[in-house]
């Protein structure tokens, strides 16, 4: 067909799944869908066909993007990251700190070391896991975006694809609850490196603690349960622990173990997103099942309405 034919319709497709309807095609239109595509001359139906099939499919692509769980992907994924990045550099940090000022014995914080070696090797298998999991979680998303939006033509919900949806709810809710006690435990060494920055930071301005004296201000880690009462020194005063604090294995570790708080937190919320979208779309799906078994119902009555009809005019026929 000849694209500069006024008042005919132009159908262009590809494959049966890209289209354009174009009425009223004339040389002037050409010319302005030309220079829209790009184009210096008038476009041929071959470059419109291309367009026009470029562009239903990015829409049809981006409309099947589930952004809720994109977003709560991203979220858990910096969350994680942050939490096990910053919190095993940040027990590094703390094990040197006693080594070197607090329990001078290895054999007083041995159970410590071991302890937070353990921890150490629990957040790789938090990151690894995680990582499969947000993945597994957005294809879901995926999954369910397709199912209610009907993106696959025939595509139909399954029994099986249901109860997977409910487990990961479960699953989910259980993992949120178990990080919002993480998020819990990660603000403890939070509170204790402040006990320890604010105690220096009077050490700093004597004058405003009063008539005690700098060397009279002291930090025990023993009450805090980490190491043994009868670890040596176990306490530091003074000067002393004003040099603790000017280290660089305290600014560090007291940062980072405050970002892999704040990691938690973020977990937290990526996984109460998580939560909200995942119940959503097992509503969704359960909703859609059931429009399912309507439709089914509906088409088999139809079709044996239909036999009815048709026998019953085979009949008539017969007796005339």
Request: glycine share 8%; proline share 2%.
């Amino acid at each position: 067909m000849d694209p500069t034919q006024e008042g005919k319709p132009l159908a262009l497709s590809v494959q049966g799944s890209c289209s354009l309807h174009l009425t009223s095609c004339t040389g002037d239109s050409l010319n302005q869908i030309s220079t829209s595509f790009g184009y210096v001359d008038t476009p041929s139906s071959t470059d419109i066909e291309e367009y026009v099939c470029c562009f239903e499919c990015c829409i049809k692509c981006l409309g099947g993007v589930p952004y809720a769980s994109l977003v709560a992907t991203i979220l858990c994924f910096s969350g994680v990251a942050l939490f096990c990045g910053c919190g095993h550099v940040a027990l590094a940090g703390t094990v040197a700190i006693l080594e070197q000022h607090f329990s001078t014995n290895t054999s007083d914080h041995a159970l410590l070391s071991e302890v937070i070696q353990l921890m150490q090797y629990v957040i790789y298998g938090i990151a690894s896991f995680f990582f499969l999991y947000g993945i597994i979680l957005l294809a879901e998303g995926f999954y369910t975006t397709s199912a209610v939006k009907e993106l696959h033509g025939e595509f139909k919900t399954t029994a099986c694809g249901r109860c997977i949806s409910g487990m990961f709810v479960f699953l989910t809710y259980m993992l949120g609850v178990a990080w919002l006690g993480v998020f819990g435990f990660s603000a403890v060494p939070v509170f204790m490196f402040y006990n320890i920055w604010s105690t220096c930071e009077v050490i700093k301005s004597p004058q405003t603690n009063g008539t005690a004296g700098v060397e009279q201000i002291c930090v025990d880690v023993r009450q805090y349960g980490i190491i043994p009462w009868n670890a040596f020194p176990g306490k530091i005063c003074g000067s002393a622990l004003e040099n603790i604090c000017n280290t660089n294995e305290f600014y560090m570790s007291y940062h980072l173990f405050i970002v892999a708080c704040a990691g938690a937190g973020a977990t937290v919320i990526a996984l109460i997103h998580f939560l909200m979208i995942l119940s959503s779309n097992w509503a969704y799906l359960k909703d859609a099942s059931k429009m399912q078994a309507y439709q089914d119902i509906k088409a088999k009555e139809e079709q044996e309405l239909q036999d009815i009809q048709s026998r019953s005019k085979e009949q008539l026929n017969s007796y005339t």
